[in-house]
Nanobody, 125 residues
Framework: QVQLVESGGGLVQAGGSTRLSCVASARTFSNYAMGWFRQGPGKEREFVAAISRSGRSTNYADSVKGRSTISRDNAKNTVYLQMNTLKPEDTAVYYC??????????????????WGQGTQVTVSS
């Protein structure tokens, strides 16, 4: 069983930046590919970014590519999502997720077995 706890986010002005963090309770964090998803008001949960077990490979949704960076620190059991040039449409609850079965190319909610409770990011125009 893996427990994930997100932090960061909050209220940010359009054009600003924020960094989300997710700490995992996994005994061997490096066994899991990690992902970030988000769910905006009235929308389905969607893929944002994912990172391989080693941290060397990443995958991004087109909507955030070039504006966001996913990274991880396996010594700290933590994955990060740095988001820049934020837009009002980035407003959502952001969720951290972990998968042991799939690689960093996993971009569907069904591929991730473990989820955090989410952290709110609100971008004001």
């Amino acid at each position: 069983q893996v427990q994930l706890v997100e932090s960061g986010g909050g209220l940010v002005q359009a054009g600003g930046s924020t960094r989300l963090s997710c700490v995992a309770s996994a005994r061997t964090f490096s066994n899991y590919a990690m992902g970030w998803f988000r769910q905006g008001p009235g929308k389905e949960r969607e893929f944002v970014a994912a990172i391989s077990r080693s941290g060397r490979s990443t995958n991004y949704a087109d909507s955030v590519k070039g504006r966001s960076t996913i990274s991880r620190d396996n010594a700290k059991n933590t994955v990060y999502l740095q988001m820049n040039t934020l837009k009002p449409e980035d407003t959502a609850v952001y969720y951290c997720a972990a998968t042991r079965e799939y690689a960093y190319t996993a971009n569907s909610t069904t591929m991730y077995a473990y989820w955090g409770q989410g952290t709110q990011v609100t971008v004001s125009s």
